[in-house]
């Protein structure tokens, strides 16, 4: 949002008065709209600092009051509203009906909010537009290409069909996270438990000595003293650097293009989004190209529905490439994201005419591939989990028994 400045004649004085919008055209149609008198000038302005900080306070408890729907609670409304769109029932009464009879305030609130923006004159996925945090960018691209097709109740039982998929894969994933896990916690555990009070004990005796300690023990020392000490204040400073990073996330796209980097560079997590992503993207894809959408346009939906940035961008090179009349496998080929097989597969389809079942078998491709890492997840980790453990035993067995050792030759020594 933008900050702009309004010159009224009104009683024939001129006044100025902020707002904020998303471009010059929006401002002028607000200004028309919410202030009396005659609309001299509009003009983009700096953001006074007391309308700033109202403006980032607002936003914070905002987000931070923002949730997603419960995903059993959105795939049960989506597979109603195809069953009631099929049967010839209304958007807008459909809408409020699942409104009235879930038991999910937050989709009722939002399904209520969608209705109200239908009887004003917007599409459902314009609609959507405003809860795409809520909804997820997966249910505004189908919804938009149920409109785009004249098919929305096949396009809306198709999203719950993905839906459960991912949710399924959700739930994959927490069973195959859950051993590491519990086991990560109570090594965290014992570890604090040790560092609060075992290390202390050793702790006088070791200023006993007056001799200079190995690194494990100074680790161990300076550990002992921040838990002990500022163990509080470390906590606080951990959840409001959560809080922080959580409203970044959500208010910064920098920031979030940033994070998502990082994510494509972590070991497994990687792996996990490129698949993921790709299948949803390709599917999405081929149901819009079956549909004989432009391809153009149907890359515009697919894209749309990709969360990870630096995805998104590399992908929207592609709509670029076809634009200016390049082919979809060289657009595909330049991003560097599709192995050589996968762009000769979509150049054979795109060459013979088959373009929407080849991308749909690309689809395929990558579901299986992302099944398998899901699959694979505990073997995976176990290689990390071990280092980690592995770690803080070493750290404790060499910062309390090096100390000890010293002491042992230093008695045999005098004696």
Known sequence: ?????ATILKHGKKEEVGFYANDRQEASKTAKLKFHGILIKITEADEPLGDKLKRLKSEFFRNMKRKKIKPDALIAAIRQLAVMTNAGISINDALKEIANSTQDENLAFVFNKLAE??????????????FRYELGNLTIAMVSLGERTGNLDEALYSLANMLEEIRANVIKFKKAMAYPRN?????AIA????????VPQFKKIFEELHAELPLPTKILLFLEHLFNTYGIYVLAALILAFIIFRYMLETSESFRYKWHQLLLKTYLIKNIIMYSTLSRFTLVFSKLIHAGIPIAEALDTAIGMIDNLPLKQKLLTV??????GDTLYNGLADTGLFENMIVQMIRAGEDSGTLDAMIQKVSEYYKMKFDAIIDGLSEAIEPIMLLIIASMVILLALGIFLPMWDMGNAVQGRT
């Open 117 to 130: 923006d239908i009887n004003a004159g917007n599409s459902l996925s314009k609609a959507m537009e405003n």
């Open 319 to 324: 709509r670029q490439a076809v634009e200016k």
């Open 183 to 187: 086991v990560m916690i109570a090594m």
């Open 1 to 5: 949002m933008k900050y702009y400045k």
């Open 191 to 198: 570890f604090t438990v040790l560092i609060s009070y075992v």
